[in-house]
């Protein structure tokens, strides 16, 4: 379906662990009147697991959302980007599926500095359409592969 999410890639970070996280959790994460009134067992544990003299210090879980691939429409609409268009001729679904085929041959020069020239090499010799798209697809390597960071 177009529009559908087909990859995504994410970072987690664990936070240093401080009463205030546990405030947090259950000031602003839990929903009050649900752990008031509610009988699911997952409540029920919470409410058990809720102190109120003592704020144990807790641990906090960040998760960041680093990459998102979205399923490219089977006709690009009226006004679709070049490289929307350019894609959907070869037959290429998405940001990912692109970046799956690409990968291989670039992996490596992702480490050494030379992921545009082997972008584009690789681009030369087994998607020649796409060559004039080189720099934008370049980019979506550079943020797939966590190198903007």
Same mark, same amino acid.
């Given at each position: ?64 959302? #680093?990459?998102?691939?979205?399923? +490219? *429409?089977?006709?690009? !609409?009226?006004?679709? %980007? ?7 001729a070869e037959n290429i679904d998405s940001n990912y599926e692109l970046i799956k085929r690409l990968e291989p041959y670039v992996r490596t ?7 545009? #020239?082997?972008?584009?090499?690789? +681009? *030369?010799?087994?998607? !020649?359409?796409?060559? %004039? ?17």
């Amino acid at each position: 379906m177009p529009g559908k999410v087909d990859a995504y890639r994410f970072l987690t970070f664990y936070l240093g662990e401080t009463s205030a996280n546990f405030d947090d959790f259950y000031h602003k994460v839990v929903d009050p009147l649900w752990l008031a009134g509610s009988d699911a067992p997952d409540a029920a544990a919470l409410r058990q697991t809720r102190q109120s003299s003592a704020k144990p210090p807790c641990w906090r879980i960040l998760h960041r959302v #680093t990459y998102v691939s979205r399923v +490219l *429409a089977p006709v690009p !609409p009226p006004g679709a %980007p070049p490289l929307e268009r350019a894609m959907r001729a070869e037959n290429i679904d998405s940001n990912y599926e692109l970046i799956k085929r690409l990968e291989p041959y670039v992996r490596t020069a992702a480490t050494t500095g030379a992921l545009a #020239t082997a972008t584009r090499e690789a +681009l *030369a010799a087994q998607l !020649p359409e796409l060559v %004039p798209h080189a720099g934008e697809i370049t980019e979506y390597l550079t943020r797939y592969l966590g190198l903007d960071n």
